[in-house]
């Protein structure tokens, strides 16, 4: 299964994360900002980068935009409970995967995952 890393400031989304994609097989690092997030990215090998976007020390945006610089392989998934930071993220639709809109379902996640990874 995929190595993916979260960014996501929110302890309980954070939680089901983590819950629904270790049950599922994958390994996950879970971290709490974009900052730590960005640092984790340069320390280690990932398959799959899902990072909330509205987040303190660097959003998702500029996470991914980092990311794609750095690591232009690697597969982005963005979250928000946001419509316009949503449209934000669509306008980056050549280094992000997918943008997924809170609240959703572990289905969900699990159908965009596997159309990624």
């Not at 599922?24 to 340069?42: M, Q």
């Not at 963005?78 to 306008?91: C, D, F, K």
């Amino acid at each position: 299964m995929a190595r993916i890393l979260v960014a996501e400031d929110d302890q309980s989304m954070r939680d089901f994360l983590a819950l629904a994609l270790n049950k599922k097989g994958h390994e996950v690092v879970l971290t709490t900002d974009g900052g730590s997030a960005l640092e984790a990215l340069r320390e280690g090998h990932f398959d799959l980068l899902i990072a909330d976007i509205v987040m303190p020390v660097m959003d998702g945006i500029a996470l991914a935009l980092n990311a794609g610089a750095e690591k232009p392989d690697l597969p982005v998934i963005l979250m928000t409970g946001y419509s316009a930071e949503q449209q934000r993220a669509y306008n980056l639709s050549s280094l992000v995967g997918a943008v997924i809109a809170k609240p959703f379902t572990v289905n969900q996640l699990d159908k965009l995952i596997d159309g990624i990874v």
